[in-house]
């Protein structure tokens, strides 16, 4: 079985999950030492109490909201806190897709050894994550040891594209001498990357990563890559609703996947009670009302 | 002493120790366990041996070439290997500034995370890193918490520019509507973001990392930012000279750097015998080529 999933096309294997679990929703990993609930808190003390304290929130924050999600999305950094062996082991138990939210972008052999760390399998066999965000300003050079990867072992790969920060657009808004703008060409470069990594389900394993709180380039982007997953965060605390992704959709209930990060994590401070509780009930109303706006 | 070495900006620091050390080389460190000598390769054992033998490589470095060298880049990922404290450590010893190659590029908590593990003040009052490279394509906010350090602890940044590699023009000299290419654009919005950080030397405390497999783009580099410090890789191994940074110098002996890994790391391959012999014949050869065709 574990042989077979890992010849599969990152595209084919996010299609075959979304439509068997109904969610597009990922997890987003953020946790702050400052926002643990009160009886996590305590025990963050010195640094391998902090970290024993996040490991804790975030494997409660998976366990609570699994049924309700198709993967997470942990930021790179607390890979390490955690140890990524174990936080991979309990994703996968959890039956959740990992995508390591790495935003890295280098060349040669730096590029190579990020490779193997995150999306190559490992001694037990299996890559500590599924997929890896890319910063693609270094050119194709920078992404090869992913693509390989997604060709290889059934890696994905999220270039950040257009991002959900309003600063974002010193760089990737800037007009170029055709009409598009930069992070146009970004999601061009992209399509152009993942043309021979699609799977029969139509999904390539290279996607990109867009900013939920600019509902209209998600349509354009949407139009110049249709084979494209779109990865979209900046739901809840960057406020952006459900309603900002309904056009990332078209291709498909799998060609996007929308990432919640602090309104999920943090959803205790909001509505009371237990912190699990809490993180599950946020995660299923968000799932069930992203599932409603890609009218699938 | 300590304290005041902490307020004078990077840009007067950097004007200080050149002008004192005569160089403007700096050390690149790209440690690969395949290509260490025989003496280290025997104990590169298992994890922690490797991960030895690879901090007792870079220490015989960082001592074979210190009398030669400004400063010591290290990848980021092998800081990890090392344990950054003790890098430091050894590198201020060796009276070395220390730039993290971390390339990075993220908005909001995790620039702020990155800031502060690398260029703040620590427990002992160091920073791990005297400046860092960073990836603008998220724009001024993903850079905002590293200008606060330059500000705050005389910390320093590279601006990830125009890079060393061939398929760095696919996003990097995309043409824009006003004749400028992206790069350019970048290096424009750095002399903004370092605009209030000159410091009495006339340099500022934002700098730009540029190929110097790429003379003529440091010529125009050097125009439109005067004030910035060139942070220039790319000579040995990627097929540069020290004649093709000649251009980077005209704003003063301090106003660029040149930073060479593997034609150091590995002169042992080459030139035969001792491995820290190679290597510091190697640092202190480049070191008078680069000195003397900055015209300084």
């Known amino acids: 079985m574990e042989a077979a999933v890992a010849t599969t096309t990152f595209g084919d294997r996010v299609a075959e999950a979304v ?47 699994a049924p309700a999600c198709l993967g997470v999305k942990p930021q790179l950094a607390f890979f390490e806190a955690l140890g990524s062996h174990g936080m991979r082991a309990f994703a996968r138990d959890a039956g959740l897709l990992v995508i390591a939210d790495a935003k890295r972008g280098d060349i040669g052999s730096t590029a190579r050894a990020y490779a193997a760390a995150y999306v190559e399998p490992r001694a037990d066999g299996q890559p500590v994550a599924d997929a890896i965000t890319v910063n693609a300003y270094l050119g194709r050079e920078s992404v090869e040891p992913f693509l390989a990867a997604c060709k290889r072992h059934g890696a994905g790969v999220f270039i950040v594209t257009k991002t959900s920060n309003t600063g974002g657009a010193d760089v990737q808004d800037l007009k ?121």
């Open 176 to 296: 170029l001498s055709d009409g598009h703008v930069v992070w146009h060409q970004v999601a061009l470069l992209a399509r152009e990357w993942g043309s021979e990594l699609t799977g029969e389900r139509g999904l390539s394993s290279v996607g990109l990563v867009l900013g939920a709180t600019y509902p209209r380039e998600i349509g354009e982007a949407r139009r110049l890559c249709p084979e494209q997953v779109l990865l979209l965060p900046g739901i809840g605390a960057q406020g952006a609703s459900p309603a900002d992704v309904a056009r990332a959709f078209t291709s498909g209930p799998a060609s996007a996947l929308v990432s919640v990060s602090r309104a999920i994590d943090y959803a205790y401070r909001a509505a009371g009670g237990d912190w699990r509780a809490a993180a599950s009930a946020e995660a299923t109303r968000l799932r069930e009302e992203i599932w409603s706006v890609s009218g699938w």
């Open 19 to 65: 439509e068997r679990k109904r969610t597009q929703l990922v997890l987003g990993l953020d946790p702050v030492v400052d926002l643990l609930p009160v009886e996590l808190a305590g025990e963050a003390v010195g640094a391998e109490g902090r970290a024993n304290a996040v490991a804790r929130f975030c494997r409660g924050l998976i366990d609570a909201t």
